[in-house]
């Protein structure tokens, strides 16, 4: 994900908008029912619910002590009435016949990083309830509502908001919290959102780590995440952390965990079976890379055109370097990671089960399946890893008062299976009907759904091909200097365009001008963005960010009033607040090609405060410009990144790559004009000096032996 895709996906959510999404449109559609299935219609606001009785069915409720048992659950709206074997059928159910299938509950994936473009691939593993380590805030607060998870239907979300981490953030789906002040000025709104629990990351500073620990207790919450790079279990013990995910950092120094001994895991087992801190292990993010797949993965089809370029390039990277000592090294690691999960299991450790969807190759839904598959192989019971993935789960995150287990007065969340799922849990990967909040799905309705969510990312990306069309920016009265088109381009792929102009007003200030389009996704419209920054004597005067996605709209504006810049919010004509800058602001960014033209020509070396956004909330930020003294290419160092950029004498970028958490960017430029002089002439210690041709031309292979080269 770019830099700018935050502040522009989370706007959808912001405004509240209702996007015109297929999935949505088809969600709302009678579904079509088989011979033995009868589904209750959509009943008119303020009616009684229809009941739903699925008859003859055995049931595996998850309760303790009880065994599977034929028996009838009724369900009506959200909830599941009645469960039993002398359950009377109400009168005017819909009954659905589901003798010689097996009925569990929803099942609970504890770690994914969420996005509604896979609502129905979670569902479609029967998956019902999500645990959400971090995203987009506003969004993510806004998803989490019934009327967003009925859409698909999608997952109930158990969320974290912005995940917390350091300086720099692996992710820009962060806060970054520096250190206990930070902290606690950061963190409390983040509580005041609402959210269910804190998830924290590797670059999160110890003391930052330890003041997160302590607010999140004193809101009754808990903080699951990874364990710090400066900390290891035992600090976790004394901080009191709740839950870790992932078993990165939990090995002993110097050991690996394709060479580690059983004997070296002793302690870490204790440790946890006795501190009851809980543990989600992700084994099957390890062996992903094991994975037998086709040519052309059908996966892939499911997903949008990020994802998509992103997972494919990952797996040319693996089977080019998957050697058989690379696939020796990744089995013993799985070997390991598993008998820790026996281990843990057998010594009574609170364990989750969770997939970290949508990482490379872990498509959501699938995942969770194949991270049981892996504690089955490890040799726990599968009846057990049912229950943690049901009852288990439920009770490890606080919620198995509403869900985990099929009793009466419980989210009717029930996932439906042709066999014995404790005889072979990879029957979860498609099951025969799932229940969604009272809401029944069919195997044949699954499959169709998914399938036109394959053709829609199919269209996605034919258009994501064709080019992305944006038009010229509204311009104030003046002179142009300079324009051109810029395209955002992540691992070969374009995800966004802008037109740019920079205008030498006649009062004095030039004003830099740029429209950009950001395109949809399969639960997202188009956005486009305008955005103009006005200069006077090198100095940030006002700026103005206009969002635009269907007929709604988001406006920032930032005017210096007495040395002091006041950012005003407003959705649409609605005043929301007005911010005053601490410091002295030289410069806005939104990941746009503003940020490169304004850093060529109005910005010095050093030092200097900017604006950047977490979600759609204006953070202020110390951040470093250097420009090289030898080929005069710009390093700036933010709080989130790196970006080098490099101009021609005209002020124009000759090369712009930005590295933001994990994700690389750069930009591509076309259709540049000056109109009538020399653009945006830069000093002779800004323009680019490119590196000397090697003697006598470009090297081919002959040319580049060198004799020493064995």
């Not at 003041?211 to 990874?226: D, R, S, V």
């Not at 950092?249 to 004997?263: F, M, Q, T």
């Not at 997202?524 to 103005?544: P, Q, S």
């Given at each position: 994900m770019t830099f700018l895709e935050p502040f522009l996906r989370v706007l959808q959510a912001f405004l509240l908008i209702s996007p015109p999404v297929l999935l949505a449109e088809r969600a709302a559609a009678p579904q079509e029912q088989g011979a033995d299935a009868a589904a209750p219609q959509a009943p008119e606001p303020d009616a009684e619910p229809v009941p739903l009785a699925l008859v003859g069915g055995t049931l595996h409720t998850m309760v303790k002590g009880a065994e599977p048992a034929a028996a009838t659950i009724v369900v009506r709206g959200d909830r599941i009435e009645a469960v039993g074997a002398d359950v009377e059928v109400p009168a005017g159910a819909s009954v659905v016949d589901i003798t010689g299938f097996h009925v569990i509950p929803g099942l609970v994936d504890g770690m994914v990083n969420h996005d509604a473009d896979h609502d129905l691939l979670y569902v479609s593993c029967g998956v019902t309830l999500v645990r959400d380590n971090g995203n987009e805030r506003l969004r993510i607060l806004q998803e989490r509502t019934r009327a967003w998870r009925d859409r698909v239907p999608g997952p109930d979300l158990f969320i974290a908001g912005l995940?917390?981490?350091?300086?720099?953030?692996?992710?820009?789906?962060?806060?970054?919290?520096?250190?206990?002040?930070?902290?606690?000025?950061?963190l409390?709104?983040?509580?005041?959102?609402?959210?269910?629990?804190?998830?924290?990351?590797?670059?999160?500073?110890?003391?930052?780590?330890?003041?997160?620990?302590?607010?999140?207790?004193?809101?009754?919450?808990?903080?699951?995440?990874?364990?710090?790079?400066?900390?290891?279990?035992?600090?976790?013990?004394?901080?009191?952390?709740?839950g870790i995910f992932s078993t990165t950092?939990?090995?002993?120094?110097?050991?690996?965990?394709?060479?580690?001994?059983?004997?070296d895991l002793d302690a870490l087992v204790e440790t946890l079976a006795r501190s009851g801190i809980g543990l989600t292990p992700l084994v099957h993010a390890t062996g992903r890379r094991l994975v037998e797949r086709a040519d052309e993965p059908p996966e892939l089809g499911l997903l949008g055109p990020h994802y998509r370029l992103s997972w494919e390039a990952t797996l040319e990277e693996w089977n080019a370097n998957l050697t058989d000592d690379v696939r020796g090294a990744i089995e013993r690691a799985v070997a390991a990671q598993e008998d820790l999960v026996r281990r843990l299991f057998e010594a009574g450790a609170e364990l989750v089960p969770g997939s970290a969807a949508p990482n490379q190759w872990l498509l959501p839904g699938d995942a969770l399946v194949r991270e049981l598959e892996h504690w089955v192989h490890a040799g726990i019971p599968a009846v057990d890893v049912l229950r943690l993935a049901t009852a288990g789960a439920a009770q490890a995150i606080g919620v198995l008062d509403e869900r985990g287990t099929l009793e009466a007065g419980k989210i009717a969340d029930l996932v439906v299976l042709a066999t014995d799922p404790a005889r072979d849990i990879g029957v979860l990967r498609e099951p025969e009907i799932v229940v969604v909040r009272g809401q029944l799905l069919e195997r044949d309705a699954l499959d169709e759904r998914l399938a036109e969510l394959a053709e829609e990312q199919a269209q996605l990306l034919a258009e994501m091909e064709k080019g992305i069309d944006v038009e010229e920016p509204t311009l104030p009265e003046g002179d142009k200097l300079l324009s051109g088109r810029a395209e955002t381009v992540a691992m070969g792929r374009r995800v966004s365009a802008e037109r740019f102009c920079v205008v030498a007003q006649p009062d004095g200030h030039t004003a830099y001008c740029t429209r950009l389009v950001v395109p949809?996704?399969?639960?997202?419209?188009?956005?486009?963005?305008?955005?103009?920054?006005?200069?006077?004597?090198?100095?940030?005067?006002?700026?103005?960010?206009?969002?635009?996605?269907?007929?709604?709209?988001?406006t920032v504006k930032g005017k210096r009033i007495g040395g002091v810049m006041n950012i005003e919010r407003r959705r649409g004509a609605l005043f929301i607040d007005n911010n005053r800058a601490r410091q002295p602001i030289t410069l806005v960014d939104l990941g746009s090609v503003l940020t490169n033209l304004v850093l060529a020509r109005e910005v010095a070396d050093g030092t200097f405060f900017?604006?950047?956004?977490?979600?759609?909330?204006?953070?202020?930020?110390?951040?470093?410009?250097?420009?090289?003294?030898?080929?005069?290419?710009?390093?700036?160092?933010?709080?989130?990144?790196?970006?080098?950029?490099?101009?021609?004498?005209?002020?124009?970028?000759?090369?712009?790559?930005?590295?933001?958490?994990?994700?690389?960017?750069?930009?591509?430029?076309?259709d540049v004009k000056t109109y009538g002089g020399p653009g945006l002439p830069l000093q002779a210690s800004r323009v680019f000096v490119p590196p000397p041709e090697p003697e006598g031309g470009d090297a081919g292979p002959e040319q580049d032996e060198r004799p020493d080269r064995r």
């Open positions: 995940i917390i981490d350091g300086n720099p953030p692996a992710t820009t789906e962060a806060v970054v919290v520096t250190d206990e002040i930070e902290a606690a000025a950061k409390g709104r983040l509580i005041e959102d609402g959210v269910d629990f804190l998830s924290s990351n590797v670059g999160l500073p110890v003391k930052a780590w330890r003041k997160a620990i302590a607010m999140a207790h004193e809101a009754g919450l808990e903080l699951w995440g990874y364990l710090p790079r400066e900390a290891g279990l035992q600090s976790a013990v004394q901080a009191g952390q709740d950092g939990l090995l002993p120094d110097g050991k690996r965990w394709d060479l580690v001994e059983p004997a949809g996704s399969a639960t997202m419209g188009r956005t486009a963005m305008e955005f103009r920054a006005r200069y006077k004597d090198h100095r940030l005067e006002d700026f103005e960010v206009v969002v635009k996605n269907g007929e709604s709209d988001f900017a604006v950047y956004f977490e979600g759609v909330d204006p953070v202020e930020a110390e951040w470093y410009l250097e420009v090289d003294s030898e080929n005069h290419v710009f390093k700036l160092r933010t709080g989130l990144g790196l970006m080098a950029t490099a101009f021609d004498a005209r002020g124009m970028p000759v090369v712009s790559e930005r590295q933001t958490g994990s994700a690389t960017t750069k930009l591509v430029f076309s």
